[in-house]
């Protein structure tokens, strides 16, 4: 009996071990969601929402995109980068951080993902450091019904403005992973095709990086791609994937060279089985109305 009762205890050790080890790595791995609703849902996309000055709260702009943002009630948000101005200061980082996490709180009932972008990071690895910590990864995906969800990092310290390295690497295994997702979606800060005052400052300052990630894309036929960085509005297809620029979120805007784009709005995308539709939702500004206008 007693070499029963010393097995049967070898067996309870050997479990608890191995669902300790097992909890150890989902830690480690980068957050992931998934829902039961594989036929229909809606999620939205905005970016660029910072105060134009480190010491200014969130903006009145800002705030009336999360209300209607949270009027269409989502399944999520995901915001493309410069959520916050951006400090070397680490009190002064803290502080705009929380600013903008209480500002989410109170105007979107939504969960609201984040994209890092240069205002976060600035360059130092200590603000790297910190929104690794806040955020669980710095890069990381997520299912939600049988679409799969990217969220890349365009800052990080010694590589910004490209995706390569350890990330690159970490991408197409994810890829490899979610081969099968109806349909997948990519979100970073900075565009690899620029349109307006960052180009050559973006992914487009690497052209062969950029062209490698490109093609990545193309063969995992990755339904559409949201950036931030440039504070407009901008859409275009190449080979196939959709490539959008939502950088309207509350920051100044930037005079758009194109003559269109420059205002202030968020992406409005409804997924029902194989169908994604997207809808630019634009701001009452100006004195001219609020406007909804299908992307294309």
Known sequence: MRKH????RAFVLGCLMLALMMLGTAADAPPRETSQDTQQFTFVVF???????PDLAQSDVCRKVLK????????????????????GDRTRLLDQWNDYNETIRSHL??????????HEILGSKASQEFFAK???????????????????????????????????????ADLKKARA??????????PLYPVDGHMGNCLDKYPNDRDALHMLFVRNRITAVFAGHEHLFDEQKRNGVRYIITGGGG????????????????????????????KVRKLA?????????PAH
């Open 5 to 8: 009762h010393r097995a049967d």
């Open 47 to 53: 970016g660029d929402n910072r105060p134009n000055r």
């Open 68 to 87: 209607e943002i949270d009027a269409l009630d989502p399944a999520f948000a995901v915001n493309t980068g410069d959520s916050i101005y951006g400090s």
């Open 109 to 118: 009932s939504a969960k609201a993902y984040l994209a890092l972008g240069n």
């Open 134 to 172: 806040e955020l669980g990864a710095l890069y990381y995906s997520f299912d939600y019904g049988d679409s799969h969800f990217i969220v890349l990092d365009s800052e990080v310290v010694g590589q910004a403005a490209r995706i390569t390295g350890e990330q690159m690497e970490w991408l197409k």
């Open 181 to 190: 997702a109806r349909h997948k979606f990519v979100f970073l800060h900075r």
């Open 251 to 278: 920051a100044f805007l930037y005079p758009s060279t194109r003559g269109e784009g420059d205002f202030f709005h968020f992406v409005e995308v409804s997924v029902a089985g194989d169908k994604v539709d997207m």
């Open 285 to 293: 500004q100006g004195g001219q109305p609020a406007e909804v206008v």
